[in-house]
């Protein structure tokens, strides 16, 4: 299944690949269901495929997600899902010409609040820190230092810059950084909007070098972080979130398209106030 956005339409997409991402979740169900009864293992290994992600106008989505995850010792790799159609990393166009961020100057930081280059705008917002720890599940769940991460989000309004027609030559919310010896890496940036047909969440690549993050090639695990209920009620009751609030309490992760099949692997800790902004932190396993 796909979701819907303010500036696209369900129909825009094949209904071959609608097929595909429902089939994909089924497998990712069957495959859980046999791990608890011992019986994975004695099975031939199911293909996963991925699906659409805010469905959208003009959109050239060249990206596909898995769903598979992978629990070796005491952590699991985060689900792969779509990078959805504005993932701004040269895999797609615009309706100007193919979106490619990781191209900028100045792409490699930590605050993405405001556009870079020749755009000059700032996304307003409920401040909020990201900080994600990236461990080997294949290393026992060694830190991953020197790993790159792409990290990208709408705004308050529940726009992508780059892509929706309001902020389309506005490039914030996009960042590059770089994991340190603990495997941690951070961002600032806001609490995005909540748009109709999908739970608050946001986008991320892996890379395993910052010279293929911001080439945009050969990542390791594309994913998406779930925000808890409570901190975004609580932040969708300010101004500036117009509209988030009825999005919200219209959608659940029993019925979001990406998070409803388990989210326990990409729920951020999410602590801090509107007052003082809040600091969202989550473990990243993946094979290193």
Known sequence: MFDDHPHGLRADWPLLQRHTDVQARRR?????????????????????????????????????????????????????????????????????GVANALLLSGIVRSDIRSS???????????????????????????????????LWHCDASGDYSMYSSSVV???YLRGVQVSDANGQLRFTTIVPGCYSGRWPHIHFEVFRTLAEATSGSNDVRTSQLALPQAVCQA???????SGSAANLAAIS?????????????????????????????????VAG
């Open 253 to 285: 992760l029993a019925s979001d398209n990406i998070f409803s099949d388990g989210v326990s692997l990409q729920m951020a800790t999410v602590t801090g106030s509107v007052a003082t902004g809040y600091a969202a932190t989550l473990q990243v396993g």
């Open 116 to 150: 870079i280059g020749s755009a000059s705008g700032t996304a307003a917002g409920v401040p909020l820190t990201i900080t994600l720890t990236l461990v080997n599940t294949s290393a026992s769940c060694a830190a991953l230092a020197g790993h790159a991460v792409y």
């Open 28 to 96: 990712r169900l069957t495959l859980r269901l046999l791990g608890g009864l011992g019986l994975a293992g004695s099975l031939p290994l199911l293909g996963c495929g991925g699906g659409g992600d805010d469905a959208g106008t003009s959109i050239t989505d060249t990206t596909s997600g898995g769903t598979t995850t992978t629990t070796t010792g005491s952590c699991s790799t985060i689900p792969a899902e779509t990078a959805g159609p504005y993932p701004g990393d040269g895999t797609n166009s615009n309706g100007n």
């Open 235 to 241: 932040v969708y009751a300010q101004s500036g979130y």
């Open 169 to 171: 030559h506005q490039n």
